[in-house]
């Protein structure tokens, strides 16, 4: 049945995408006239190196862990939720409204009305182009793309309309009042004459992600609910016939995935930027494809990918300062990952299988009648480890 | 209501519809072949960048176009080997082409021309200028009173058609071609099928895999041309890091908006670009109708009305069956 041993699906495979995409990347920045062993000695020193630096790839990495498990839960209902970024910038302005015009006498109560209203926000986005999909069959990729335009459109007709104080020139809302500020990792681990994270935007909702990457995980294998959504996600006609009805997992699932992509408002807007400014998501949710797409749409996969974003994001931000390779390298290592981990992914598995199908061969000499009727693997094709789209 | 400004807006129109109709011509061949391609915006960025950088250096604007074609050829490979070839997930593939192209445009950039993600400013010879075609007369030397009395076909024949870049023309024929060549030739018959049947244009004994490869390959050429045109067409005079701003996913709305037929795809990218248009000049609104729009709802209109599409409001928007399957020929 299986193709090849699990640890090689689910650590071999990635690996070997990540080395190939590292590979490119390090021609890239050689055709560029840089060293990319020296880059890579940057880029880690940089990101890990102090606390400092672990303050802001952490804070990268619990925006990268909202949106990955976004797209993940949507992949597990073979949905591909493209609109991550529309839901979490929606989900900021859920966090702004009641940041601004509610009273909050404590932070942890205004971080818990932040975590309803944004996961409310970006569930409503995701709304539309769910029940599209489950209703009338529209591509739900395309839906969300649109929906990813509109919210740009809508927060920037906000900001320089109505929500913008009045004497300013920035696109962008007044400052929360004092009650809303949620502790920063300096708050929280500094200690007498020894402060750390100095000046970095990593805060408490680091937690909240771990946490939601553990109730994704109870959802996914746990729940009733979770075992529909993956059953509706290995075969819609089965799930169907098993009397799970498509456009309640279809509705339910996308829901959930905008309410987690909006969560990410918590981080950026309520912990770091404290107000709403324009283009606060700065395509997260499209690194919550690379993210999950590494991570395997696993919870933990996830959290791991979203911590070596976070580090090649900061890593990439102290290489620019100190080389003369560009911020958007960045950008250049995670398409290649999406395209290796995503796209590309059989170009990788295809060899791999045929490796372990000839060892196997090789291995087991023994019972000659019985062996290749026994090798032989049964010509179903193996469930969707990669996501798919609905259709 | 003034004519000079309904001639500007269609005129500026016109030019703000070219990138899109062409892409939008792109995604048509491709999505007609069965493979979908959110890429468009990539492959136009890619070109828009090599146009101008090989048009600078070489002085010549028909080798920036080559250039950006060769290069918008290239993502098409990359696509095609991911969908067609190693049967991967094709919208994930058209996303990494959109970051790559994002990504590396502004890395080479900074690395060859160092200005910050640009290329430098084209001069003559380096873009493309304004044709005036036959019989059009030229404005720019009238006096406005003189304009004024010109019949108004005249001043709409010299002024809004006339005067557009090479590549615009290009656009506009293009959309017959499309047609002919979907429609009336024996490729594009056989390019639909694949599109709806793949295993029947199999079974026929037809390579699914080669017209894929053509489809996708047509794409690469017209999205490459798209985006010269918005880096080397004048007044364009150069590349700015990520300037084709969704224009790709714009072109795909239009897609949709025009179900997948070349002629509503040139009237849906007219509409589109006409939003544009106006987006720039929001005092036209207030000018014509008394009524003040946000621009940000303009920019949010081609979106919008697809989605309504979408939704079926307004008839329904089928996309090709096999749209976004890789094939698998043995069963």
Redesign the interface.
């Known amino acids: 049945m299986e193709r090849m041993p699990r640890w090689a699906d689910v650590l071999l495979v990635p690996l070997i995408s990540l080395i190939l995409a590292a590979a490119i990347s390090a021609i890239?920045i050689l055709?560029?006239?840089e060293n990319p062993w020296n880059a890579l000695k940057i880029m880690v020193t940089g990101a890990l190196g102090s606390s400092y630096a672990w303050g802001y790839t952490l804070y990268y990495a619990t925006n990268f862990i909202f949106t990955g498990l976004a797209v993940a839960l949507a992949n597990h209902a073979r949905l591909?939720n493209?609109g991550g970024d529309g839901q979490a910038t929606v989900g900021g302005l859920g966090v702004a409204l009641i940041a601004l015009y509610l009273p909050w006498p404590h932070w942890t109560l205004a971080l818990l009305a932040a975590i309803v209203a944004s996961a409310a926000f970006g569930a409503a986005w995701a709304a539309?182009p769910a029940y599209?999909q489950a209703k009338?069959g529209?591509?739900i990729?395309?839906?969300t793309?649109?929906?990813n335009?509109?919210a740009y459109?809508?927060l920037?007709?906000l900001l320089?309309?109505p929500m913008k104080p009045s004497g300013t020139m920035e696109t962008a809302t007044a400052p929360f009042p004092e009650g809303t500020h949620i502790p920063s990792f300096r708050d929280l681990f500094s200690h007498g004459e020894t402060i750390l994270f100095r000046g970095t935007p990593a805060n408490v909702t680091f937690f909240v992600a771990v946490l939601a990457c553990v109730l994704v995980w109870m959802l996914i294998w746990k729940t009733r609910l979770g075992y529909e959504i993956r059953a509706f996600g290995f075969s819609e006609g089965a799930a169907r016939y098993a009397g799970i009805g498509s456009t309640k997992i279809i509705v339910v699932t996308m829901l959930l995935s905008g309410a987690l992509a909006g969560l990410m408002a918590i981080n950026n807007t309520l912990g770091e930027a404290e107000r709403l400014i324009l283009n606060a998501v700065e395509g997260a949710g499209?690194i919550g494809?690379a993210v999950a797409?590494m991570g395997r749409s696993h919870p933990l996969g996830v959290f791991l990918a979203a911590v070596l974003f976070g580090f090649l994001y900061q890593g990439g931000a102290e290489l620019s300062l100190s080389t003369?390779?560009?911020r958007?390298?960045?950008?250049?290592?995670?398409?290649?990952v999406?395209?290796f981990t995503?796209?590309?992914?059989?170009?990788v598995r295809?060899p791999v299988e045929r490796l372990f199908a000839n060892r196997r061969a090789r291995g087991t000499p023994v019972a000659p009648l019985a062996g290749p009727t026994a090798e032989r693997a049964p010509d179903r094709a193996a469930p969707p480890s990669?996501?798919?789209?609905a259709? | 209501m003034d004519w000079n400004t309904v001639l500007l807006l269609l005129d500026s129109t016109i030019r703000t519809a070219t990138p899109l109709l062409l892409a939008c011509l792109a995604g048509l061949f491709s999505e007609r072949a069965g493979i979908f391609d959110?890429g468009l915006e990539g492959k136009m960025l890619v070109s828009a960048f090599l146009a101008a950088g090989f048009a600078y250096v070489t002085g010549s604007v028909w080798l920036g176009l080559l250039a950006g074609i060769a290069g918008s050829l290239l993502l098409s490979a990359?696509h095609g080997?991911?969908?067609i070839t190693?049967?991967?997930?094709?919208?994930?593939?058209g996303?990494?082409?959109?970051?790559?192209a994002?990504?590396?445009t502004?890395?080479?950039s900074?690395?060859w021309f160092g200005e910050g993600?640009r290329t430098p400013q084209l001069g003559d010879g380096g873009r493309f200028g304004e044709v005036v075609l036959p019989g059009a007369i030229r404005l720019s030397e009238m006096t406005i009173r003189e304009q004024r009395e010109l019949p108004l076909l005249t001043r709409f024949y010299s002024d809004v058609l006339s005067g557009h870049s090479i590549l615009t023309y290009i656009a506009l024929l293009a959309v017959p071609l499309s047609w002919w060549v979907l429609y009336r030739t024996r490729f594009g018959l056989r390019l639909r099928a694949v599109g709806e049947n793949p295993a029947a244009v199999d079974t026929a004994g037809i390579s699914v895999r080669r017209l894929r490869y053509s489809a996708v390959a047509i794409a690469g050429v017209l999205c490459a041309i798209a985006g010269a045109q918005l880096s080397t067409a004048e007044p364009a005079a150069g590349f700015i890091r990520d300037m084709t701003a969704?224009r790709g996913?714009i072109a795909?709305?239009a897609l949709?908006f025009a179900k997948w037929r070349p002629w509503p795809a040139l009237g849906a990218c007219m509409l589109f670009g006409f939003f544009q248009a106006l987006e720039t000049r929001p005092d036209i609104f207030v000018r014509l109708f008394d009524l003040r729009v946000?621009s940000?709802?303009l920019?949010?209109m081609p979106?919008?009305l697809?989605?309504i599409i979408?939704?079926?409001f307004v008839g329904?928007?089928i996309?090709p069956r096999a749209g976004?399957?890789p094939y698998v020929k043995e069963r």
């Open positions: 890239v055709a560029i006239g591909f493209i539309i599209l009338r529209s591509h990729v395309i839906t793309i649109m929906f335009y509109i459109a809508l920037t007709y320089t309309g499209f494809i797409l003369s390779i560009p958007e390298m960045v950008v250049v290592i995670q398409a290649l999406i395209m995503g796209a590309l992914d059989n170009m295809m990669t996501p798919t789209t259709e | 959110i990359i080997a991911a969908s190693f049967r991967g997930n094709q919208l994930i593939s996303v990494a082409i959109n970051f790559l994002s990504g590396l502004v890395v080479v900074q690395s993600g969704g996913y795909l709305a949709i946000p940000a709802l920019s949010a979106y919008i697809t989605v979408l939704a079926g329904r928007a996309p976004g399957e």
